[in-house]
């Protein structure tokens, strides 16, 4: 029988190794762009020491809700200082249909939407405990259409990450050549009816064209937000989580950050 000191020291460790990786600080941030006031959501281990890699998380079309500040804590549990940004301003979380509305002054604005994206880059490049030339973005949906935005911008950052994002760009805002310092991972739904292969096909012609690093990752059967389970499980409405697509999703964008910071 193991001696009963022996086991109090190893439960003990065991202990204290699982909390050194769940010390996870979670705060709001507020923050302007412009005359708007805005609300993020930064986290990060507080178990990491220095600085270190960042990600900027970009949120679908109903604002920053918990389904971010979920992942955003998913990413910080890997390491890494994340900042989820507020694109509507503080307190304008809305729900369908109204959602669709607000995210469509943005599409509709490609300049104000990437204004109020790189205002939260620069929140994110600032805080303490940023490496600021280890930097990329994520956004899904709505904010997959925003990293696009971010890239196509020329803005300062490693990477970009667009899970089931429209891809369409502005007529006017296409991507220039040699203007995309950022790598480009596209995470897409074979069967999402809100980018069909037509608009596919469109962004890899614009960033080829532009002599972007990029890349195309399609998921079989997958609609749009295949990423969320608050979409529940219904393909016909367009809109349907699919487990497969997501864990694939999520393990394709660490493989590419491993590249991306190695």
Not at 158 to 185: E, N, Q, T, Y
């Amino acid at each position: 029988m193991m001696n009963m000191k022996i086991l109090i020291h190893l439960l003990t460790l065991s202990f204290l190794a699982t909390t050194s990786h769940a010390a996870l600080v979670e705060k709001s941030v507020i923050y302007k762009q412009g005359d708007a006031v805005l609300e993020g959501f930064q986290v990060y281990d507080d178990a990491i020491s220095g600085k270190r890699t960042a990600v900027l998380v970009i949120h679908q079309w109903t604002g920053l809700t918990e389904y971010e500040k979920r992942r955003s804590r998913m990413l910080a549990e890997l390491g890494y200082n994340v900042f989820a940004a507020d694109i509507y301003g503080q307190g304008i979380r809305p729900v369908p249909p109204e959602a669709g509305k607000e995210a469509g002054k943005y599409k509709a604005d490609r300049t104000l939407f990437r204004s109020r994206i790189n205002a939260a880059l620069e929140i994110l490049k600032a805080d303490e405990h940023t490496d600021a030339t280890k930097i990329a973005a994520i956004g899904y949906c709505f904010g997959g259409t925003g990293v696009l935005e971010l890239a196509r911008s020329g803005a300062d950052v490693k990477g970009v990450v667009s899970f089931h994002g429209g891809l369409a760009a502005a007529p006017d805002m296409l991507a220039k050549a040699g203007g995309i310092p950022a790598k480009i991972l596209v995470l897409h739904g074979a069967a999402d009816p809100y980018a069909p292969a037509a608009e596919v096909a469109s962004l890899e012609n614009e960033l080829t064209e532009a002599k972007a690093d990029w890349q195309v990752v399609i998921y079989s059967g997958a609609v749009h937000s295949f990423s969320q389970k608050e979409a529940g499980d219904d393909v016909t409405k367009g809109a349907a989580y699919q487990e497969v697509a997501d864990r694939r999703s999520w393990a394709a964008m660490q493989v590419f950050f491993k590249e991306l910071f190695q």
